[in-house]
């Protein structure tokens, strides 16, 4: 599904930095949606997912502080990473259906974060 990530950019540690994963088609209320990041050096990872039905899930490490939400009449799905560390620079994307990143062959172009300490 024809996908754009948009947001992020240079931000300090300790700030906030809001993420949006918009869709071409209407597909948040029939599919699930990941958020990944691939941090320089590392694999790509999959850190949380919003359900079709409105439900979040997160990897453990982020739990706390990311939060996956969304807006179906943008049909555009929103991370927000909180308390930024410099751990947290990486590019992020989103996809569906969230399962394992070495499923995908086609990815958007991501969304970098880049956080100075």
């Known amino acids: 599904v024809p996908l754009r990530e948009s947001g992020g950019g240079l931000v300090q540690a300790g700030e906030s930095v809001k993420l949006s994963c918009t869709f071409s088609?209407?597909?948040?209320?029939?599919?699930?949606v990941g958020w990944y990041r691939q941090a320089p050096g590392m694999q790509r990872e999959l850190v949380g997912a919003?359900?079709?039905?409105?439900?979040?899930s997160y990897r453990d490490s982020v739990r706390g502080r990311f939060t996956i939400s969304r807006d179906k009449a943008k049909k555009t799905v929103y991370l927000e990473i909180s308390r930024l560390t410099p751990e947290d620079t990486a590019v992020y994307y989103c996809?569906?259906?969230?399962?394992?990143?070495?499923?995908?062959?086609?990815w958007g172009q991501g969304a970098q974060v880049t956080v100075s300490s």
């Open positions: 919003i359900q079709r039905d409105g439900g979040t």
């Open positions: 996809n569906t259906p969230p399962v394992a990143a070495e499923y995908f062959t086609s």
């Open positions: 088609e209407d597909i948040l209320s029939t599919d699930d």
